[in-house]
């Protein structure tokens, strides 16, 4: 069996090797996608050499973080690998003295939303029309239009 290897990207050309096709899964608009992939800390999951799940997560505001885009390869999903690229950041960002992390899932979203609250993020509101907003084409998932962004969080307590 293969094994999976972690690891945390800092700089630009690191990331840069996260293929877009793997972005694209959880964001499927590279306008937004470059937005936000050079200013990211990435957190990488490896399987024989291939990048087969990419976290990247923003610094946005002082001493906040939000993950901007979890994406696992359809072929490796339900294996545990997204529950650890996110434990994985929560403790990078820990290391970088933040004090909460956000992130969004659009409302088909709910597999995500089952996954984040089992790592331990609140549902803190609704971003209303932030898809129709943000994103030039509209975008289906689970048969329905994905229109609204809810927004959850996490509080770090940084003493751990
Ligand atoms: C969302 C995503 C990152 C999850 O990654 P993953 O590696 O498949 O998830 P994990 O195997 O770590 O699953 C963790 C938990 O999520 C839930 N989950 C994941 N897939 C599920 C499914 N198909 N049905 C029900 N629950 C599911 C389970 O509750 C699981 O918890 P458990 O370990 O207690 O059973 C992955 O499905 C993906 O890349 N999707 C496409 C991109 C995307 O939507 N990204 C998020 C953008 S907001």
């Not at 972690?6 to 937005?35: G, K, T």
């Not at 490896?46 to 087969?52: E, Q, S, Y």
């Not at 970088?96 to 996954?115: D, S």
């Given at each position: 069996?293969?094994?999976?290897?972690?690891?945390?990207?800092?700089?630009?050309?690191?990331?840069?090797?996260?293929?877009?096709?793997?972005?694209?899964?959880?964001?499927?608009?590279?306008?937004?996608?470059?937005?936000?992939?050079?200013?990211?800390?990435?957190v990488?999951c490896?399987?024989?050499?291939?990048?087969?799940g990419?976290l990247?997560?923003?610094?946005?505001?002082?001493?906040?973080?939000?993950?901007?885009?979890v994406?696992?390869?359809?072929?490796?999903?339900?294996?545990?690998i997204g529950?650890e690229l996110i434990?994985r950041a929560?403790?990078?960002?820990?290391?970088?003295?933040?004090?909460?992390?956000?992130?969004?899932?659009?409302?088909?979203?709910?597999?995500?939303?089952?996954?984040?609250?089992?790592?331990?993020?609140?549902?803190?509101?609704?971003?209303?029309?932030?898809?129709?907003?943000?994103?030039?084409?509209?975008?289906?998932?689970?048969?329905?239009?994905?229109?609204?962004?809810?927004?959850?969080?996490?509080?770090?307590?940084?003493?751990?």
């Open positions: 069996m293969s094994e999976y290897f972690y690891s945390c990207m800092e700089n630009q050309s690191d990331l840069q090797r996260i293929p877009v096709e793997l972005l694209h899964l959880a964001d499927p608009s590279d306008e937004m996608l470059h937005s936000y992939w050079n200013k990211s800390v990435g990488v490896m399987c024989d050499h291939k990048i087969v990419a990247l997560m923003t610094p946005t505001r002082p001493f906040v973080a939000e993950i901007m885009n994406s696992v390869d359809e072929s490796f999903q339900n294996r545990g529950r434990r929560v403790q990078k960002a820990k290391d970088m003295r933040m004090r909460k992390i956000e992130i969004g899932t659009g409302n088909p979203g709910v597999v995500q939303m089952l996954l984040y609250q089992k790592c331990g993020f609140r549902i803190v509101g609704v971003d209303l029309d932030y898809f129709r907003i943000h994103y030039k084409e509209r975008i289906i998932e689970n048969g329905i239009e994905c229109r609204d962004m809810i927004r959850m969080e996490m509080i770090l307590d940084t003493n751990m």
